[in-house]
């Protein structure tokens, strides 16, 4: 297997990175490091492209060429969602930033929104969070343009990761994130690699004694691009959603 590509090595010192993975999202990826740049100027961005057959990568490596504050990571072949996530913190980690953003690329998180997630981990005069989750299930969330099938799946996982993975959250299953970077250092362990990374996250934060706030959200359905999340990718979900519960219940 060919080697991964980086843009430039010479990464800026950086206090933030706000960083998303990205498959198939020609449509999306430079708009969203513009808005991203205007949103949060002092921040650094990074994408983390599996190898997009649609030239994501060629596109975000051109931003990377022209700003020193955009850093791409072009994965070979697809290592799923999680893993992006995952790699995109642990580097962020090993570079020296404090905080990292996660985020989708299709637009469903809006960047505006990332200075008051980066804000509730460090609310003035009150307790510093290790995660904030941009959230549709506190007061002032909410979904727009969803079918009710897709309401009903994302209610279940929630419900699910709150009351079965004992995770005291309402979004369990959001991609939107904020996280104080050293909280890592004490989740050990094989986290999942696909979308259920995002409860599988949770659950290892809490069990560590991390604390999680929920920062309402509005999540719009993605406009442009195809969605990547198909059967096979929810049944591998549901079956790392089902370890999780064995270990809570049963230890491990
Ligand atoms: N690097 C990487 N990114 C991925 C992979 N699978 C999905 N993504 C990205 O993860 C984010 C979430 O995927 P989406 O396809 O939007 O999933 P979704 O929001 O459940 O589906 P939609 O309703 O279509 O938006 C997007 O930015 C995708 O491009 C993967 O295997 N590797
Ligand atoms: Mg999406």
């Known amino acids: ?8 090595d010479d990464w800026p010192p950086g206090r933030v990175l706000v960083q998303t993975a990205t498959y198939k999202e020609r449509e999306n990826v430079a708009p ?3 808005a991203l740049r205007a949103a949060v100027p002092e921040a650094q961005l990074l994408v983390i492209d599996d190898d ?3 030239g994501t990568a060629a596109i975000a490596l051109e ?4 700003d020193p504050a955009v850093h791409v990571l072009v994965r070979r072949g697809r290592r799923g969602l999680g893993s992006a996530i995952l790699e995109g913190l642990r580097l962020a980690r090993s570079r020296g930033f404090a905080v990292a953003v996660y985020m989708d690329a299709d637009f469903s998180h809006d960047p505006a929104d990332v200075p008051r997630l980066l804000a509730a981990l460090e609310p003035v005069g009150g307790r510093p969070a290790d995660v ?3 959230s549709r299930r506190v007061p002032g969330g909410r979904t727009v343009g969803w079918t009710w099938k897709r309401h009903v799946a994302s209610w279940l996982v929630s419900w699910f990761t709150r009351w079965i993975l004992w995770v005291p959250v309402r979004d369990a299953s959001g991609g939107f994130r904020a996280v104080r970077l050293e909280i890592l250092d004490r989740l050990p362990g094989e986290f999942a690699r696909g979308y259920a990374f995002q409860e599988d996250f949770l659950w290892r934060v809490h069990r560590a004694g991390g604390r999680i706030v929920e920062v309402p959200i509005t999540f719009t359905d993605r406009e442009r691009g195809a969605s990547k999340a198909d059967f ?3 049944r591998r979900s549901i079956g790392e959603l089902l370890g999780l519960a064995r270990r809570t219940w049963f230890g491990g």
């Open 52 to 54: 997009s057959p649609d």
């Open 232 to 234: 096979a990718e929810a």
């Open 132 to 134: 904030a989750i941009g």
């Open 63 to 66: 931003k990377a060429a022209a």
């Open 1 to 8: 297997m060919a080697d991964d590509i980086r843009s430039r």
């Open 32 to 34: 969203l490091l513009d």
